[in-house]
Nanobody, 115 residues
């Protein structure tokens, strides 16, 4: 079992920055992959960024050059550094983790980019 707790969301002006954190807890040896998704009202949930245990990283085209995903294995935590935020980035951001063939989700954290 893996429990994911997200934090760091909030209200920020366009061009600002936020750093999201997702801490994993529970009984597990390692997590293969951790990802950030987001879902805006009326839209499907989309993959924002992903990082594997081997360090492979992928980003959605819409966030390349602005967002950075990183992982601290010792703390079982994944981060999403979001810079140059745009109103289009407004969404609920969800942490996702794969472990033993199962997928786990955090509760989500709201990010609102508005002036």
């Amino acid at each position: 079992q893996v429990q994911l707790v997200e934090s760091g969301g909030g209200l920020v002006q366009p061009g600002g920055s936020l750093r999201l954190s997702c801490a994993a807890s529970g009984s597990f040896f390692s997590i293969y992959a951790m990802r950030w998704y987001r879902q805006a009202p009326g839209k499907q949930r989309e993959l924002v960024a992903a990082i594997t245990s081997g360090g492979s990283i992928n980003y959605a085209d819409s966030v390349k050059g602005r967002f950075t995903i990183s992982r601290d294995n010792a703390k079982n935590t994944v981060y999403l550094q979001m810079n140059s935020l745009k109103p289009g980035d407004t969404a609920v951001y969800y942490c996702n983790a794969d472990y033993l063939g199962a997928s786990y989700w955090g509760q989500g954290t709201q990010v609102t980019v508005s002036s």
